[in-house]
């Protein structure tokens, strides 16, 4: 349908004056009144096209003949400034250009009278709407045009698409979701179910479910009455949180769930249905069954513990002992009672023994070991040595949230071990002043026994009278006291040199051949330890001290079976590789491992970390300075109760034996 709009500006030409003169007054009359009628209808189009709230505009030969204020606004210009200065193409997205183009020629040309569409326009900022335009062909001072209402539809717009993209949302949540969702009547019919609870149950789909489950109560529920527990705490609350029972699944199996659901009435409060979720908890009840079960059986290791435990909150406070650190405290029973709560950082005795700044150090995250820390109890009454492990505990963020304390007296360990280590160093040096008096005693007393014969011959003569046998019989007597001198020498210069190990005799040697006779020899495996040996098929030969090659690996397997006292799946690994001119020993055992605080001490003569008993430490001493004697290298590696390792690298033969020193 179109519409004829007349506008007409200016003064009325002439020739029309006149002919309205000349007319028959009955005309003019007539004419007066049409036009008096139509002047009103154009007012009043006008009055409500100027206040509508939807834009109208006219469109002539590409420009706006015509534009309301509601129509300018929405392009943020005014009248004055679109009307036959500005066409639709000023107003419209690039891209949408063409189809309202199109739309308006359609119009025009009369193919079309009215069309409804949409499009993009542009505003003044270069801000891009979207507007809904109901446009017709109708005719502007006798030639065709287009009128039409637009409307900024962009808030409109953004909220469709909102709610689709929440309806999607929505759909995506309920299709996705991990927990199962579900609509059941009171009568106990599905309704709807998602995809997760029709797993969750055995069922292929919601249409399976919900045609073989038509009796909620007794089809589903493993305990009926737990259903009309459900729907008792619904009808009264209008929710249920967390509700747990047991469900049949389609195979007859049970599954243990929890449900979250609400009473969904209409409007006259009638029960409509209900709807919620349903989360599998199986597993986690299994979780936390055995959680349950470790923390008592960790609970009960504590407790029975031979050694202090106990933890320390973020600022120093106990907050948990055991009974062990009630003994060794010496407070018995009111162990707990007078510990938790006190501030160990802040007790003077802990601040005076160092082991504040450990604790602290703890605190920040540093783990730590102390081996027999001398330390004064928290009341100052008893001086006690102890090994102490510290370790940060850390929260599910990786914040420190406290220090976990592990002590074990040592104290008589401490003073045992002090003093078989003075009697073996004692003992030690006993035998090496009796072996140095022994070998010097004889040379020296025939040095002065030749000396005083020497003397006493020469006395014997007038120095004027001394003949030429004379001079060689005190020759002889010179050479002996010369001979025997150097002897004293050389074993002076031996027992100077016990610990280079100079004068060693080296001579070609299989190691592989070696070490398979020293673990014949060692008989280890009647020890349950269990020895694996890997070794490289033609292992070249070394050059040597056989004796002292032998002492080396002894020693390094001896200590290995020491580390290993005790455990059930000792094991010994001991490996041989080729190296850059090298043969490398790898000698392994999961043992209790060397801490890094001694771990650069243990090749010094007298250090030991094995109880006196099994030695003063000599061993590890005598090991490096034959290896070195020999040109070859030896370095340790470990990590504490999960073993050490030795590495002992000897030149292959043909290789210079040049000393090396430690790796």
């Known amino acids: 349908m179109g519409y004829r709009v007349e506008i007409r500006r200016g003064p009325v030409p002439e020739a029309v004056r006149r002919r309205r003169r000349t007319g028959r007054r009955t005309d003019v009359g007539q004419g007066r009144g049409r036009h008096e009628t139509r002047r009103g209808s154009e007012d009043t189009f006008r009055d409500l096209a100027e206040k509508s709230l939807a834009g109208i505009y006219i469109i002539q030969d590409g420009v706006f003949k015509y534009s309301n204020p509601a129509f300018s606004e929405i392009f943020d210009y005014n009248v004055e400034e679109m009307i036959e200065k500005m066409g639709p193409k000023d107003m419209v997205l690039p891209e949408d250009w063409p189809t309202v183009d199109e739309n308006i020629r359609k119009r025009v040309s009369g193919e079309v009278d009215s069309i409804h569409y949409e499009f993009k326009g542009i505003t003044r900022t270069r801000k891009v709407i979207d507007v809904e335009v109901y446009g017709s062909r109708t005719r502007y001072q006798g030639r065709p045009a287009v009128i039409g209402t637009m409307l900024d539809i962009t808030k409109r717009k953004r909220a469709e698409e909102l709610l689709k993209e929440a309806e999607e949302n929505y759909r995506s949540i309920f299709e996705n979701a991990v927990e199962g969702i579900f609509q059941i009547t009171p009568q106990g019919q599905f309704i709807v179910t998602n995809p997760a609870l029709e797993k969750m149950l055995g069922y292929g789909s919601t249409e399976e479910l919900t045609?073989?489950?038509?009796?909620?109560?007794?089809?589903?529920?493993?305990?009926?009455?737990?259903?009309?527990?459900?729907?008792?705490?619904?009808?009264?609350?209008?929710?249920?949180?967390?509700?747990?029972?047991?469900?049949?699944?389609?195979?007859?199996?049970?599954?243990?769930?929890?449900?979250?659901?609400?009473?969904?009435?209409?409007?006259?409060?009638?029960?409509?249905?209900?709807?919620?979720?349903?989360?599998?908890?199986?597993?986690?009840?299994?979780?936390?069954?055995?959680?349950?079960?470790?923390?008592?059986?960790?609970?009960?290791?504590?407790?029975?513990?031979?050694?202090?435990?106990?933890?320390?909150?973020?600022?120093?406070?106990?907050?948990?002992?055991?009974?062990?650190?009630?003994?060794?405290?010496?407070?018995?029973?009111?162990?707990?009672?007078?510990?938790?709560?006190?501030?160990?950082?802040?007790?003077?005795?802990?601040?005076?023994?160092?082991?504040?700044?450990?604790?602290?150090?703890?605190?920040?995250?540093?783990?730590?070991?102390?081996?027999?820390?001398?330390?004064?109890?928290?009341?100052?009454?008893?001086?006690?040595?102890?090994?102490?492990?510290?370790?940060?505990?850390?929260?599910?963020?990786?914040?420190?949230?406290?220090?976990?304390?592990?002590?074990?007296?040592?104290?008589?360990?401490?003073?045992?071990?002090?003093?078989?280590?003075?009697?073996?160093?004692?003992?030690?040096?006993?035998?090496?002043?009796?072996?140095?008096?022994?070998?010097?005693?004889?040379?020296?007393?025939?040095?002065?026994?030749?000396?005083?014969?020497?003397?006493?011959?020469?006395?014997?003569?007038?120095?004027?009278?001394?003949?030429?046998?004379?001079?060689?019989?005190?020759?002889?007597?010179?050479?002996?006291?010369?001979?025997?001198?150097?002897?004293?020498?050389?074993?002076?210069?031996?027992?100077?040199?016990?610990?280079?190990?100079e004068g060693l005799e080296i001579s070609e040697i299989d190691l592989g051949n070696l070490l398979d006779n020293i673990l014949e020899l060692m008989n280890i495996d009647g020890s349950n330890v269990r020895v694996i040996k890997t070794a490289t098929p033609e292992l070249p030969h070394i050059l040597g001290d056989i004796n002292a090659t032998r002492h080396i690996f002894v020693n390094l397997i001896s200590n290995a079976v020491d580390a290993l006292d005790g455990r059930m799946d000792a094991t010994i690994r001991i490996r041989t590789r080729v190296k850059e001119h090298q043969v490398v020993v790898e000698i392994e055992d999961n043992g209790t491992g060397i801490p890094d605080s001694i771990a650069d001490k243990i090749f010094e003569p007298f250090f030991t970390t094995k109880e006196s008993k099994k030695g003063i430490g000599l061993g590890l001493s005598l090991c490096y300075d034959f290896v070195s004697a020999m040109g070859g290298t030896i370095r340790v590696e470990s990590r504490p109760g999960l073993g050490t390792t030795f590495f002992t690298a000897l030149p292959v033969k043909g290789q210079s034996n040049t000393r090396k020193g430690r790796l």
Not at 282 to 290: I, R, S, Y
Not at 307 to 313: N, Q
Not at 343 to 356: E, P
Not at 463 to 489: M, N, P, Q, W
Request: with cysteine.
């Open 211 to 501: 045609a073989t489950l038509k009796d909620a109560r007794h089809q589903l529920y493993v305990q009926p009455a737990r259903r009309l527990e459900f729907m008792r705490i619904l009808e009264k609350k209008g929710v249920a949180y967390g509700f747990e029972c047991d469900l049949y699944k389609k195979d007859r199996s049970t599954t243990r769930v929890s449900m979250n659901a609400r009473a969904v009435r209409d409007t006259d409060g009638s029960m409509l249905y209900y709807e919620g979720t349903v989360v599998d908890t199986t597993e986690q009840k299994k979780a936390e069954d055995e959680l349950r079960r470790l923390n008592e059986f960790n609970t009960a290791i504590i407790d029975n513990a031979p050694i202090a435990i106990f933890t320390l909150d973020r600022r120093g406070v106990f907050n948990s002992v055991n009974p062990a650190l009630a003994e060794l405290s010496g407070l018995g029973p009111e162990a707990g009672e007078r510990l938790i709560g006190l501030n160990w950082l802040k007790n003077a005795y802990t601040v005076k023994c160092g082991l504040a700044s450990h604790i602290s150090k703890g605190l920040r995250g540093q783990a730590f070991q102390l081996w027999d820390f001398p330390f004064i109890n928290y009341m100052g009454n008893r001086s006690l040595y102890m090994d102490f492990k510290g370790v940060p505990l850390k929260g599910k963020n990786r914040k420190i949230e406290g220090l976990l304390c592990i002590i074990e007296e040592t104290t008589d360990r401490v003073k045992t071990r002090a003093k078989l280590m003075q009697e073996g160093k004692m003992s030690a040096i006993g035998r090496l002043a009796a072996g140095i008096a022994h070998e010097l005693n004889n040379p020296l007393g025939t040095l002065v026994a030749y000396s005083e014969r020497a003397n006493n011959y020469l006395e014997s003569f007038p120095k004027s009278t001394v003949g030429r046998t004379d001079l060689k019989k005190l020759r002889g007597y010179l050479e002996i006291i010369e001979e025997e001198a150097f002897r004293c020498k050389s074993v002076t210069t031996d027992i100077l040199g016990l610990s280079r190990k």
